[in-house]
């Protein structure tokens, strides 16, 4: 009750902040804090100049870090927020003032329990990046490493926990008394962000994500991940070896240093696929100011906070999806749809081909390079409402990083579609892993895992025998022993056949 009470005003002050930019369209949607509106409205109500989605992203960004990246994660979220405010929200700014060289040593002191001067012989008080989260110090190791140090700011995790928890609060508010929204999962939306932001308030965690990611791609030719220092990395600190390069957006200083822009297009291309589909873990966080061009050409992304994960059975899914949309084959894009479970198998298979065509026909009539991928999957959400298709929050991610991509692949060449040049890496992979043979071997391993199993499985069938047979009356004047030992063993058999059918299915 009380912490329902504190949600409250808590949720005045924020309204009041969305009504001062006459951006409380969101809350008036959601339609389950009406007196909270109604009071916003009567306090702070005034007209403000912009489109809704900038007028919402100035209120976004005056109430911090935990709502600058809130407004970025719906930036994926047409379904929820709308197309035009999903692309202002799009160009939400993870930039905030610099906190004092001092107060980052002294984090850096209190975390790795050393003097910085013992942990580095050079450290630049002054940041080169300030985020949200976290602001970025340059400095160099006594052997003489050129580095860049994160650093946590102070009493961020207080502030993020606070506002998770309203966060949580309203999402369990909309589930129960707003059933219609329950598809949109708000609750599971909340969860994958909070897991997503926990994992930014621990740079040890991150530091474990570049690890993971250099691992992945460390025969990879044309892309590097920095080397993590572990022995200056903590929770609250995070040192890696420094990146020397050029904005991957920076087409005249690429074009000034002799580099082709669709090479480093094919290049970075060819990265993502390799990451989202081959890996299953990829960047999902690669704005311009995230990825660098060295001076070999080598492509260098930074700042692992935010990575993606996807299981082998969605990117299969995804991979046919992709490749049904530019073959147009829209009755594929929809078998997948049913087949991954994100339409209810009631509906209507051919209603819902009917709508992947006029999603995709207006779109996929444009020069291929027109053409947006990312956009094209998230204008599937317009017919969610009639589908009852469910949020899938795993592809929230893919889906604002495969926007970033395009937009910065159309920066360095708009003439060409980034996913054709990887299409010829996609058909490899779907055939390796989608084809009679990847199909045979993955029956194969279903069936050898079932027999593992076999033993367990007759152990629990034999103890359920036992069970029932004792549990059964004994017939007057049998023997007890035979006429109990004939149940069990009928029982005992009937469980096999079951288990072995089950096996014969598999196979």
Same mark, same amino acid.
């Given at each position: 009750?009380? +912490? ?6 808590? =949720? ?17 949607? #959601? ?17 403000v100049? &912009?489109?809704?989605g ?15 990246? =809130? ?48 942990? *580095? ?41 606070? @506002? ?22 708000? %609750? ?33 030719? +044309? ?11 903590g929770?609250?600190? /995070? ?19 002799? *580099? ?8 970075s ?11 299953? *873990? ?30 082998? $059975? ?6 046919? /999806?992709?490749?049904g ?5 829209? $009755?594929?894009?929809?078998e997948?749809?049913?087949?991954? &479970?994100?339409?209810?198998?009631? $509906? ?16 996929l &009539? ?7 991928l990312?956009r094209? %999957? ?6 969610t ?6 949020? !899938? ?6 889906? $604002? ?5 395009e ?10 579609? /980034? ?13 390796v ?8 071997? @993955? #029956? ?6 079932? =027999?593992?199993?076999?033993? !367990? ?12 047979? +004792? ?13 109990? +030992? ?10 096999i ?11």
């Amino acid at each position: 009750m009380i +912490g329902s009470i504190v949600s409250v005003a808590r =949720l005045i002050g924020i309204a009041r902040t969305f009504a001062r930019h006459d951006a409380l369209f969101p809350l008036e949607r #959601m339609g389950v804090v009406r007196p909270v509106v109604a009071i916003a409205k009567f306090m702070s109500r005034r007209d403000v100049a &912009g489109r809704p989605g900038e007028r919402l992203s100035a209120a976004l960004e005056e109430l911090g870090p935990t709502f600058i990246k =809130l407004g970025q994660a719906l930036s994926v979220r047409p379904d929820l927020v709308g197309e035009d405010i999903a692309d202002d929200l799009a160009t939400l700014q993870d930039r905030l003032p610099p906190f004092p060289g001092d107060t980052a040593r002294r984090t850096i002191e209190e975390e790795l329990a050393e003097p910085v001067d013992s942990l *580095f012989a050079q450290f630049d008080d002054t940041p080169v990046a300030a985020a949200s989260i976290a602001q970025v110090h340059f400095a160099e190791t006594h052997d003489g490493d050129l580095v860049a140090v994160k650093v946590l700011r102070p009493g961020i995790e207080a502030r993020f926990r606070q @506002d998770i928890e309203l966060f949580l609060w309203l999402a369990r508010l909309i589930e129960r008394t707003r059933p219609a929204l329950r598809r949109l999962r708000p %609750l599971e939306v909340v969860r994958t962000f909070e897991a997503s932001v926990n994992i930014e308030m621990d740079l040890r965690l991150e530091a474990a994500a570049a690890s993971e990611l250099r691992e992945n791609t460390e025969n990879d030719s +044309g892309f590097r991940v920095p080397r993590i220092d572990w022995v200056r990395t903590g929770r609250r600190v /995070m040192t890696l070896e420094r990146i020397e390069g050029i904005r991957i957006d920076d087409l005249a200083a690429l074009e000034a240093a002799g *580099f082709a822009p669709r090479d480093i297009l094919r290049r970075s291309a060819e990265s993502f696929f390799n990451q989202v589909f081959r890996d299953g *873990f990829f960047h999902a966080d690669i704005h311009p100011g995230n990825m660098f061009v060295t001076a070999d050409g080598t492509l260098c992304p930074v700042d692992f906070g935010i990575m993606g994960r996807l299981d082998r $059975k969605t990117r299969n899914y995804l991979a046919d /999806m992709l490749i049904g949309f530019l073959d147009r084959d829209y $009755k594929r894009v929809a078998e997948v749809h049913f087949e991954a &479970g994100y339409v209810p198998a009631r $509906k209507s298979v051919g209603a819902f081909t009917q709508a992947i065509r006029s999603i995709g026909e207006p779109i996929l &009539g444009k020069p291929l390079h027109e053409i947006s991928l990312a956009r094209l %999957l998230a204008h599937l959400f317009q017919v969610t409402e009639t589908f009852e298709m469910e949020a !899938q929050p795993q592809l929230l991610l893919l889906q $604002k990083t495969m926007l970033v991509a395009e937009g910065v692949g159309r920066t360095l060449d708009p003439t060409v579609n /980034m996913w054709s040049l990887a299409r010829p890496l996609i058909e490899e992979w779907i055939l390796v892993n989608r084809g009679p043979e990847a199909r045979l071997r @993955d #029956m194969v391993t279903d069936t050898v895992s079932t =027999l593992e199993q076999l033993p !367990q499985l007759l152990g629990r069938a034999e103890a359920v025998a036992e069970a029932l047979s +004792g549990a059964q009356p004994v017939n007057n004047g049998a023997d007890e022993g035979t006429t109990g +030992g004939m149940r069990s063993d009928w029982i005992l058999y009937g469980l096999i056949a079951i288990i072995a059918v089950l096996l014969i299915a598999n196979l």
